[in-house]
């Protein structure tokens, strides 16, 4: 099983560039997040889709955008990055809210590097 | 708002001996979920464990289990017979029951097992 693929794996940036990080899940989940982690502040959370069409802002939202067109799908997006996005991201999934359900999948990250 | 402290950047422990990593967090909620994850130098990050607040029973699996203090808000990890395989980050993690589909993760406590 693919479980959660993030793609991809690392990528250079300039400062002002754009791009897409993919993020697919083949587990059927509902929920998708966007974490981004930074040394010594854990995880912060991004942005997270409740199901398909749908999205909402976590802790640390400006300077990226998503969307889950498909529900296996969340893409998160850097309209014009900057040298503080600099970070490794992680997307995850999860079925739904219950103790059982609600553990998150993660995929392998991403770093990125925006100078 | 929810927060959640680890106490402990880095910790070390000899191989097969025995280490607890604190975890405490702040709530208002009477039920919730909390969760270890770790995430070795692979960058994958997996459940260790979860405990559901209105369950009493500390949770264990096989060598790692928990130490569950609803009244103190306490929830510390205990790894028993340590391997090098052990050697990693864990986070600590909290999500309320109802209402949000948002982890609150904590900063993380390096891991590191001596041979």
């Known amino acids: 099983n693919a479980g959660v693929t993030q793609t991809p794996k690392f990528r250079v940036l300039k400062t002002g560039q754009s791009m897409t990080l993919l993020c697919a899940q083949d587990?059927?989940?509902?929920?998708m997040y966007w974490y981004r982690q930074d040394p010594g502040m854990g995880l912060r959370l991004i942005h997270y889709?409740?199901?398909?069409?749908?999205?909402a802002k976590g802790e640390v939202p400006d300077g990226y955008n998503v969307s889950r067109l498909k529900k296996q799908n969340f893409l998160l997006g850097l309209e014009s990055a900057a040298p503080s996005q600099t970070s490794v991201y992680f997307c995850?999934?999860?079925?739904?809210?219950?103790?059982?359900?609600?553990?998150?999948?993660f995929g392998n990250g991403t770093r990125l590097t925006v100078t | 708002a929810q927060t959640v402290t680890q106490s402990q950047p880095e910790m070390s422990v000899q191989e097969a001996e025995t280490v607890t990593l604190s975890c405490t967090y702040d709530?208002?909620?009477?039920?919730?979920?909390l969760f270890w994850y770790k995430q070795p130098p692979s960058r994958q990050m997996i459940l260790v464990i979860r405990?559901?607040?209105?369950?009493?029973q500390n949770a264990t699996e096989n060598r790692f289990s928990v130490n569950f203090q609803k009244a103190a808000k306490s929830f510390s990890l205990k790894i028993s017979d340590s391997q090098l395989g052990d050697t990693a980050m864990y986070f600590c993690?909290?999500?309320?029951?109802?209402?949000?589909?948002?982890?609150?993760f904590g900063t993380g406590t390096r891991l590191k097992v001596l041979a």
């Open positions: 709530t208002s909620e009477s039920n919730y979920y």
């Open positions: 405990q559901e607040a209105y369950k009493q």
């Open positions: 993690a909290f999500m309320k029951s109802a209402g949000t589909y948002k982890y609150i």
């Open positions: 587990m059927n989940h509902e929920y």
């Open positions: 995850a999934s999860s079925y739904g809210l219950s103790s059982y359900n609600s553990p998150l999948h």
């Open positions: 889709s409740v199901g398909e069409g749908t999205t």
